[in-house]
């Protein structure tokens, strides 16, 4: 079973995720880019699901200390944000992003674009 990470700084939106993927994929909550990178010494997932709004570290700069990495650079990520426009998604993508999912997300919709990326 393929393992996503999701990382998202409220509670709501990780339980969301969790309920909606967790039939389908190995789902490990993770409540900020931090743990994140803690985990990520232990496990290498198949894919990331990033919140770009979070304390401390935001996605982008979490984006940009994963594909610096020659250890993480490959692992697809897709960015979550409750505030999307086309200049949002345009750095999600420029910054190496396979894509981004608007918050409050369709678990269906989430489905479909994880499984595009994981087949």
Known sequence: MSTIFVVDDSDTNLAMAE?????????MTLPSAEKMFALLEKITPNLILLDIEMPE????EAMERLKASASWASIPVIFLTGTINASIEERCLKLGAV???SKPFSAKILLE???????
């Not at 309920?19 to 789902?27: G, P, W």
């Not at 570290?57 to 982008?60: K, S």
């Open 99 to 101: 894509g981004v999912v």
């Open 113 to 119: 674009r994880i499984n595009a990326v994981i087949k």
């Open 57 to 60: 570290m935001d996605g982008f």
């Open 19 to 27: 309920e909606a993927l967790e039939d389908h994929f190995d789902v």
